[in-house]
């Protein structure tokens, strides 16, 4: 590699920044931080109902109705909205894209913290179906080799794998994940075969928010050579995670959910020993440290590799503002709270004769999504009487056939709000 011939398209990519000394601090004006600074959240040590309370306050959210839509599409607090919103006036006045090193440096810095990961192994990507196809089309397999997916995984999650399949002839094979950690593990090592040479799992499932024992499927698929993919989009922003603890290769996310980040947002982590084994397959500006038409290109040193071209960088931006606004809560405060909410609608539910609570009962089997399918009543029908009667936004399960409804409790969510779903689905029961 001829590396003094090359052309330093990051360095040109980031002329014009020089002049926006701004960034990103300006990204919040005064009055935005007036109105929505984190000090009233920092400066209260308990995690009491006043507490949450405030939490709630620093929620555009519309109290209209309950919004338990969480695992689909999170709200972002106004210190998130405002950022991005004013980083886009700045960006717009200047007539810049506003990727400086310093900007971008700071947010890895700070999702690598949120995820317990080296900054140098997380990519910023738009969505977690983008990070998965990172991983499903970078990764080195040949026609027969085998990938392992759960019947439970997202369109997200497994499209990338068939469109694999489609393309070079890799075989997709499945198994269901089990009521508790030891069935999944049984049912999964039973599926696992010599030609297995991926295993990519949902941390916690879309459909009955099962949360799968991630760190024993990477250390079982370590000891046999597989490399372990794990689709975090219901997970990161849920429950406090470390990529370090789980000891995955790889792991996707989406920003837009529980870690309520501006939409179009995701993190890619690739365990840094791998970046050359998965290859970046969409490439351009940034991908490379630097490249010429004599040489060819060579990757960028950190996962920055997967990144490509423009960015929306005040999107970007919000998705750091949004860590900082979890951070400042507590994730495990944040778990805490949600969960405790889970397992009291569990609790209240579970003796009805005519609801099915499809979420694993298993204290860390669940985590704040709660799934449920009544015996006397269409789940479209069900749907329908929570958002009329109850106001409501819960989301339909289609996925692996389930036909039920999925709540997702997150820290705006309160007691009351948990209490209409109770008392709409004993309603529905009684129907
Ligand atoms: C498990 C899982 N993976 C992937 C996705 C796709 O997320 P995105 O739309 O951010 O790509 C979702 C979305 O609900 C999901 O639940």
Redesign the pocket.
Same mark, same amino acid.
């Given at each position: 590699m001829k590396r003094r011939t090359f052309v330093k398209s990051v360095g040109t990519a980031a002329i014009g920044m020089s002049s926006l000394k701004l960034l990103p601090e300006s990204a919040q004006s005064a009055s935005v931080r007036d109105r929505y600074a984190l000090d009233d959240l920092r400066e209260t040590p308990e995690r009491d109902n006043a507490f949450w309370e405030l939490v709630r306050h620093h929620f555009p959210l519309t109290r209209e109705r309950a919004f338990f839509n969480t695992? %689909?599409l999170g709200a972002s607090p106004h210190i998130v909205i405002e950022a991005v919103r004013k980083m886009i006036d700045e960006l717009e006045a200047m007539g810049e894209v506003g990727r400086s090193q310093r900007v971008w440096d700071s947010i890895k810095e700070k999702a690598g913290q949120f995820i317990d990961a080296e900054p140098d192994e997380i990519a910023l990507t738009g *969505? *977690?179906?983008?990070s998965?196809n990172c991983i499903a089309n970078g990764l080195p397999l040949k026609r027969g080799d085998e990938v392992l997916v759960t019947t439970h995984? =997202?369109v %997200? %999650?497994a499209l990338p794998w068939l469109g694999r399949a489609r393309r070079d002839g890799i075989v997709v094979k499945t198994f269901k994940p089990g009521k508790n950690a030891a069935g999944t593990m049984e049912n999964m090592t039973a599926a696992v075969s010599k030609k297995t040479r991926v295993i990519s799992v #949902?941390h916690i499932t *879309?459909t009955a928010g099962a949360v799968l024992p991630v760190r024993e499927i990477c250390d079982y698929a370590r000891s046999k050579n597989i490399w372990s993919v794990i689709?975090g989009?219901?997970a990161i922003g849920h429950l406090p995670v470390s990529m370090k603890d789980i000891g995955c290769d790889c792991y996707a996310t #989406?920003g =837009?959910?529980w870690m309520l980040g501006p939409k179009r947002t %995701?993190l890619l982590f690739v365990r840094k020993e791998l970046l050359d084994s998965i290859e970046p397959v969409v490439i351009g500006a940034y991908s490379d440290a630097g490249w010429d038409f004599d040489s060819g290109v060579e990757y960028h040193p950190t996962a920055q590799r997967y990144e490509f071209g423009t960015y929306n960088v005040p999107v970007m931006h919000g998705l750091g503002v949004a860590i900082d606004f979890l951070s400042t809560i507590g994730m495990e405060a944040v778990y805490e709270r949600s969960h405790a909410l889970a397992a009291e609608t569990i609790n209240a539910l579970r003796d009805s004769s005519e609801v099915e609570i499809l979420t694993p009962l298993g204290e860390n089997d669940f985590a704040s999504i709660v799934t449920v399918r009544m015996k006397n009543m269409d789940t479209h029908d069900l749907q329908r009487h929570l958002s009329e009667n109850y106001r409501l936004r819960t989301r339909y399960v289609a996925e692996a056939g389930l036909n039920a409804l999925r709540i997702s409790i997150h820290l705006y969510n309160n007691r009351d709000e948990v209490h209409r779903f109770i008392e709409g689905v004993r309603e529905a029961a009684r129907m």
């Amino acid at each position: 590699m001829k590396r003094r011939t090359f052309v330093k398209s990051v360095g040109t990519a980031a002329i014009g920044m020089s002049s926006l000394k701004l960034l990103p601090e300006s990204a919040q004006s005064a009055s935005v931080r007036d109105r929505y600074a984190l000090d009233d959240l920092r400066e209260t040590p308990e995690r009491d109902n006043a507490f949450w309370e405030l939490v709630r306050h620093h929620f555009p959210l519309t109290r209209e109705r309950a919004f338990f839509n969480t695992g %689909g599409l999170g709200a972002s607090p106004h210190i998130v909205i405002e950022a991005v919103r004013k980083m886009i006036d700045e960006l717009e006045a200047m007539g810049e894209v506003g990727r400086s090193q310093r900007v971008w440096d700071s947010i890895k810095e700070k999702a690598g913290q949120f995820i317990d990961a080296e900054p140098d192994e997380i990519a910023l990507t738009g *969505c *977690c179906t983008e990070s998965m196809n990172c991983i499903a089309n970078g990764l080195p397999l040949k026609r027969g080799d085998e990938v392992l997916v759960t019947t439970h995984e =997202h369109v %997200g %999650g497994a499209l990338p794998w068939l469109g694999r399949a489609r393309r070079d002839g890799i075989v997709v094979k499945t198994f269901k994940p089990g009521k508790n950690a030891a069935g999944t593990m049984e049912n999964m090592t039973a599926a696992v075969s010599k030609k297995t040479r991926v295993i990519s799992v #949902s941390h916690i499932t *879309c459909t009955a928010g099962a949360v799968l024992p991630v760190r024993e499927i990477c250390d079982y698929a370590r000891s046999k050579n597989i490399w372990s993919v794990i689709d975090g989009a219901q997970a990161i922003g849920h429950l406090p995670v470390s990529m370090k603890d789980i000891g995955c290769d790889c792991y996707a996310t #989406s920003g =837009h959910k529980w870690m309520l980040g501006p939409k179009r947002t %995701g993190l890619l982590f690739v365990r840094k020993e791998l970046l050359d084994s998965i290859e970046p397959v969409v490439i351009g500006a940034y991908s490379d440290a630097g490249w010429d038409f004599d040489s060819g290109v060579e990757y960028h040193p950190t996962a920055q590799r997967y990144e490509f071209g423009t960015y929306n960088v005040p999107v970007m931006h919000g998705l750091g503002v949004a860590i900082d606004f979890l951070s400042t809560i507590g994730m495990e405060a944040v778990y805490e709270r949600s969960h405790a909410l889970a397992a009291e609608t569990i609790n209240a539910l579970r003796d009805s004769s005519e609801v099915e609570i499809l979420t694993p009962l298993g204290e860390n089997d669940f985590a704040s999504i709660v799934t449920v399918r009544m015996k006397n009543m269409d789940t479209h029908d069900l749907q329908r009487h929570l958002s009329e009667n109850y106001r409501l936004r819960t989301r339909y399960v289609a996925e692996a056939g389930l036909n039920a409804l999925r709540i997702s409790i997150h820290l705006y969510n309160n007691r009351d709000e948990v209490h209409r779903f109770i008392e709409g689905v004993r309603e529905a029961a009684r129907m």
